[in-house]
């Protein structure tokens, strides 16, 4: 399996982006999927899951600002980040997690920065 994540870059403070993971490679349908993200000097965290049949979980600093969508026919998943704050500046990266086995994969990652 393959994540290859889009639409990174530079937006001042209250301005949106949104973020594209497309999976390609052996896909199998029952698998969750998410965005997580790291700042410089910090741990990567958690920004939001989705699972196979739509449930969400999103990390309370991002809960009425991100939200994330998937098209399983396209194998992919996006994220929608609106009201962005420069807090919010890290590496986001994609994520698929085989709800099976729990087995991760994980995209490159793609740079978000917030100016103030």
């Known amino acids: 399996v393959q994540l290859q994540a889009s639409g990174g870059g530079l937006v001042q403070a209250g301005g949106s982006l949104r973020l594209s993971c497309a999976a390609s490679?052996?896909?199998?349908?029952?698998?969750?999927m998410g965005w997580y993200r790291q700042a410089p000097g910090k741990e990567r965290e958690l920004v939001v899951s989705?699972?196979?049949?739509?449930?969400?979980n999103y990390a309370d600093s991002v809960k009425g600002r991100f939200t994330i969508s998937r098209d399983n026919a396209k194998n992919t998943v996006y994220l929608q980040m609106n009201s962005l704050k420069p807090e919010d500046t890290a590496v986001y990266y994609c994520?698929?997690?085989?709800?099976?086995?729990?087995?991760?994969?994980w995209g490159k990652g793609t740079q978000v920065t917030v100016s103030s």
């Open positions: 994520n698929l997690k085989r709800a099976a086995t729990g087995y991760e994969y």
């Open positions: 490679g052996r896909i199998l349908t029952i698998n969750g």
């Open positions: 989705i699972s196979d049949g739509g449930r969400t």
